[in-house]
Nanobody, 115 residues
């Protein structure tokens, strides 16, 4: 059974930081690249960052230098460290496989950047 459980979101002021976590079921995590995606109100879901099973990373231009994706294979968990947050980072953040997603999506975690 596939499980993707995101956590760590919240309300933060511009310039602040948050660390998101995604606990994935072992069946899909161990051999797959994983990604973080986000969807802002009225916009399509977009890729934020991806990481292969070996740790190679890929970032959207809008977050390069501010966000860092990482994974702990022993814990079946992928993280997204977000620094220097901007109001335009406000969205619901999801994790899924990368670059091709599966139909199942978790509930996501809301990130709101506002003063």
């Amino acid at each position: 059974q596939v499980q993707l459980v995101e956590s760590g979101g919240g309300l933060v002021q511009p310039g602040g930081s948050l660390r998101l976590s995604c606990a994935a079921s072992g069946s899909i995590f161990s051999i797959n690249a994983m990604g973080w995606y986000r969807q802002a109100p009225g916009k399509q879901r977009e890729l934020v960052a991806g990481i292969t099973s070996r740790g190679f990373t890929n970032y959207a231009d809008s977050v390069k230098g501010r966000f860092t994706i990482s994974r702990d294979n022993a814990k079946n968990t992928v993280y997204l460290q977000m620094n220097s947050l901007k109001p335009e980072d406000t969205a619901v953040y999801y994790c899924n496989l990368f670059p091709r997603t599966i139909e199942y999506w978790g509930q996501g975690t809301q990130v709101t950047v506002s003063s």
